[in-house]
């Protein structure tokens, strides 16, 4: 008995829950920044030591203590939403590319050519990737590559082929789909 939706597992590999974390970690930060601006702080609850003699307790020195907090706490939790804004906003937009590629773009065949490791690293372990080439009538040969990968698809591709999508008027705008290449929409392969 199955429960809820299955969806098959991808060979990509997805950085949206880096997003969401560094999100959350960012509002946090800032919901943490506003309360200490909001919570009143007696001046006696602030000591202020100079030259190892401790000072009067004084107003300004409560103030500036709520002042630096906040300032602190309040950038590093704006900086952290800012860049977990850019995370998941990325993998919006190429999920969105991806799916217009291949309701209205072209579409052919490339030949897998090495499965090599990209310029990302993650845990000390280099992300690899597909890269595919394809040559046209006029002799132009194409190379494109994958998104990262997870695993190695290669095993599961027929005759080391795969469908990429691109733009007519574009060929930098493309996408390789070998989730599509491996027939993952008729079978499951577990990874």
Known sequence: ????????????????????????????????????QLLPIASENIHTYINGELMPPTYDAADNFQLIFSLAFGLSGLGLIVAGAIVIFRKVAKKKLADQLKRNGACLIA?????????VSINGRIVPRLVCAHTDSSGTTYIFKSDLLRLDPVPYLSDMM??????KNDMNRYF???????GLGSRVVEL
Do not use: C, R, T
């Open 162 to 167: 795969v469908n990429v999508y691109y733009d």
């Open 176 to 182: 390789v789909d070998i989730d599509g290449s491996v």
């Open 111 to 119: 030949e897998a050519l090495d499965y090599a490791g990209s310029n």
């Open 1 to 36: 008995m199955q429960y809820g939706k299955v969806h098959p597992k991808s060979f990509l590999q997805s950085f949206i829950w880096v997003g969401v974390m560094l999100l959350a970690m960012g509002i946090g930060f800032f919901v943490l920044a506003i309360v200490v």
